[in-house]
């Protein structure tokens, strides 16, 4: 079994945050404080800690895309995605890079897609068809 990571991050609102995190990614809440939140990310700890610093991220070209060097985000099954992407779509969420499949027919193969939260933090959630391929090089 997969221990859970945990990961801190930078937020300009809490409350904000709260609502986007538990309602558009259907994440559970955690301990909380008026400084910082928990978060259930698929199994794993999130943690949001208020700041008013700038969130802005640099970008690498991968697969002709402006990926955001600064990111998160989790690898689901090929049905979580496709649900996931279906949901974000019904909800008018903006994308950051669209939902595809990138590296097609290649080594590592994967449907991919980022978003941004309310705070600017970028998140991609990624499928492989097979798991071999997340480490394959």
Known sequence: ?????????????LNVTKKWYAE?????I?????????FNFYGHQI??????KDSSYLTN?????????????V?????????LTR???????????HPYKRFKNKKGEQYTLFIKDPSGNALEFK????????FEN
């Open 30 to 38: 955690g301990r909380e404080s008026n400084e910082w939140i928990d």
């Open 24 to 28: 558009i990614l259907g994440c559970s």
């Open 87 to 97: 949901k974000l779509k019904k909800l008018n969420v903006e994308f950051l890079i």
């Open 127 to 134: 499928a492989f068809k097979n798991n071999y391929m997340i």
């Open 47 to 52: 943690v949001a800690h208020l700041s008013n």
């Open 61 to 73: 070209n991968v697969d002709n895309k402006n990926v955001p060097i600064r990111h998160f985000g």
């Open 1 to 13: 079994m997969i221990r859970p990571f945990h990961l801190a991050f930078p937020v300009k609102d």
């Open 75 to 83: 690898i689901l099954t090929v049905s979580q995605w496709k649900a």
